[in-house]
């Protein structure tokens, strides 16, 4: 198990370097002078400050050093600071860090609890009224787009109810952001798990099981429900590390401080200090839930862990 | 464990509490973006200058004509032929955090600006100053190597708000601190969130263009970022939101909402245009741009898009700005006609089978996009294909820097000789089709306000005041 951890860990550290390569050498992909066009909206630059702010960046040496000098800051805790407001990169990420990991996490909560539920049950009713109306509700719950769902969910909860404010960063303001995105990840849920456990039913230690004798409680939670998690569980990862990059639409409906507004908006800014902070930070976010994911695997199949 | 727990416990608390409560009399209101810095030297975009303007004051203001007057200076003199602008201070004005401003916050915020190392990013527009000196307690000398007339001006710009030398050694300041003389005084930014700002007790208003010349009448202006326009306006509907930028697809239900006043701001100095990137076919040849000119119906075009939230612009230079002369303008604008733009095409040698194409850049927001959609199809009744290209500012702004080359000339402080100079190359412009003048404002200019919300004013270049404002 020790070997196993081992790897994953060397596997996900070695996915970041090579993140921070690629990040350091971001810069030189945009084409023409990446200086000029990071300053382009800044009138009254003047030709030495757009020297100063090469050499600053070492954007007048090697490669090579250039990327020793990236890592030296980043090491430091220096990821640099914003090309528009001069504001240090790496508190603007981590300013806004606990709101995406606060929605992130609520909202898998939500779409856990309802996916998990609904399509188990559909799995076990399979084939009556039960399951073609829970697949038809997650059918339209995956088809809803999130942008419209937020917008109803706001004008009915907000204006009309006038339950929750329109912005802020409270418990409060957390409840309808943390429900559009939990329901249109519920579905995909409910219906992947609907999936896993039909075939799990059908596989003959699920027989053996029932032939046993054991309470149905046991069969159905311990046996049948922890063999089929696995998809489900990276499933729910891929979704957690999707909403920790940014929910961006459901970001911008309800007025969420979340990283996913930043890295949009540097995107547009040409603001490069800001996206390379931002793809860092998602390199380590995807590394980590990696590990985790890994070790889940291993506790819930024991082929993984010995494998 | 007992203690991890206290502390969770805490935090959660912490979290809950999070996010600023408005009380009754708060004006909250909401944007599209947030501002850059709490720096004026340190940022250029229009959310940051509007909020700058609330917490910072500069030596001269503008009034509501845009007209300069004396503001935290009490006079100014020009002397030495223009070489040398002298500022003479009120006595007794005092920053948000109690301190006395005098020429040292003068000195302290020019000298900042100019700095060789660090400067502002509006250096080059402060001008060719030589040296800032302290006169007396309330007297500060510019010495220019130069005449520089937009000098003067320049002083009532949000680029030039006096930073109180009270944060000389502050790490912080332009992130997590900011004091100036402006009537609101800096309290936090939650960057992306929200700027909580609060009644600054020592403000006295010496220029700004409004009726009480004491602090502001509310006790906090809470400034909410909120991206999605249906956002905001879902605010104003529940009275969440004392003032916001509307989304302009929703002007009409604004203005038809009894509990809503739309407030339209003139004379910004802002402008929107066409230009073209001349140093290469097809728009080298004037008759090119002469003919995309005259296919276009301007008004038509606006009233079909904007309706009457915008004017119609002829001259190269704003309303309100030197120079800005309509009716001067209009004689040399290229006119609606599309016989002609036919004809001009034909003699470059393009006709039904053999279209001129083009392409029509733009930024994002205020409806710009669906005016380029108007001028395309009136392009494609004279034979020009145009395609539409709809990006970000910062795109659009390289774009346009890798065409433009920037040319400057010697200037003069003579009233009559600068209009003249501005006439000239406005007639240039115009005759030549190299700059076709389309409408103002251009961006951020609408302003929609719960009716409660008495006092509130627009400032000329867009300048949103709240020194008066507070509810009924």
Redesign the interface.
Known sequence: MLKYLVKRIAVALFTVWVTTVAVSMLIHVVP?DPV??MY???????PQ?LE?IRHRLGLDRPLVVQYGMYVNRLVHGDWGT?I?????VL??LL??F?NTL?LAASSLLIAAVIGLTTGFIAAYRRNTWVDTSTMVGAIVGASLPQFWLG?IL??FF??QL?WF???????R?LVLPALTLGLSNAAIIARLTRSSMVDVFSQDFMRTAWSKGLPKALVLFRHALRAGLVPVVTMMGMQFTYMMGGAIVVE????W?GVG??AI?A????DYPVIQGFILMFAVIVATVSVVLDLLYAWLDPRVRYG | MRKGMTLAVAGLAAWIAAGTVAHAKDIVWARDGDIDSLDPQRATSTLSRQLWYQIYDSLLEFDDSGKVVPNLARSWTVSDGGKTVTFKLHDGIKCADGTPFNADDVVFTARRALDDEHPSLTKTSWGPIEKVEKVDDLTVRFDLSRPFAAFVPFMADQFTGMICDSMKDEDGFGTTAAVGTGPWRFKSWTKGSEIVLERNPHYHNYGRPVSNDGPPKADRLIVRTMPEGQTRLAGLQTGQISIAVPPIENVRDVRSNDSLKLYVARRTGQNMFLEFAISRPPFNDERARKAVAEAINVPVALKLVFGDLVQRERCPISRGVLGNDEDFCAKYDPHYNPADAKKLLSDMGYGPDNPMHIVMMTWVGDARGKLLQVFQNMLSQVGIKAEIQVMDIGTLNARVKQENDTKSGPGTLDHDARVSAVHDVAKYLLSHAVHVPIYTPGWLWLYAANDDLKGFKIGPFNRPLFNDAHFE
Not at chain 1, 84 to 88: N, T, V
Not at chain 1, 252 to 255: E, G, K, Y
């Open positions: 023409g000029r066009i382009a909206q800044s009138q009254g630059t003047t400050q100063q914003t528009r407001g001069e504001q240090p508190g603007l300013g806004r606990p606060l917008l706001l004008f907000v204006v006038q404010p329109v912005a802020g960063s409270g418990w303001n911008n409906v309800f007025s401080n507004r930043l908006q995107i547009t800014q040409r």
